[in-house]
């Protein structure tokens, strides 16, 4: 399996919710199909804050990224924050993100981006060993945190 990208597009609405509902349900995140519906639009009509891109063969894809932009003086410019990555379950643990990653990361930076940040949970060993590999690095004396409106 091939670690190709796609940024999606507004025709790719549906392979990309189907995606995100299935990942949002293997994490236990509720949410209908309406919202899911309204979150992605922006990202497949060309917003400035974000981008998702399908991943493995447009017209079947085996997952998706999402990465969303923002700003950060300390950091020198524009940063990033992957705020999704969902590969199906039976495709996991065979390089396939990390690949991903690996071509992503480059593009990323030539395009401007100073900084990727992410989210792991503290019990995914195998996602903390890919990212450490990658060069993510936990920021020491920072924790994130969250205020939802």
Do not use: C, W
Not at 11 to 35: N, P, W
Not at 63 to 78: D, K, T
Not at 122 to 146: I, V
């Amino acid at each position: 399996m091939s670690a190709k990208l796609h940024l999606a597009k507004p025709d790719d609405i549906e392979k990309l919710l189907s995606l995100v509902m299935r990942y949002h349900a293997f994490e236990g995140i509720e949410r209908t199909e309406e919202q899911e519906r309204a979150a992605l639009q922006p990202l497949l009509e060309g917003t400035p804050h974000g981008v998702a891109y399908l991943i493995g063969p447009r017209t079947s894809p085996v997952g998706y990224i999402v990465i969303s932009f923002g700003y950060s003086v300390e950091l020198g410019g524009i940063d990033g924050f992957i705020d999704e990555f969902f590969i199906r379950e039976r495709l996991r643990g065979r390089g396939l993100g990390g690949e991903v990653l690996r071509t992503l990361l480059p593009a990323l930076a030539e395009n401007g981006l100073m900084a990727l940040h992410l989210e792991v949970s503290s019990e995914n060993e195998s996602a903390r060993r890919l990212y450490g590999r990658l060069g993510f690095q936990p920021r020491d004396s920072f924790h994130l945190m969250t205020r939802s409106f």
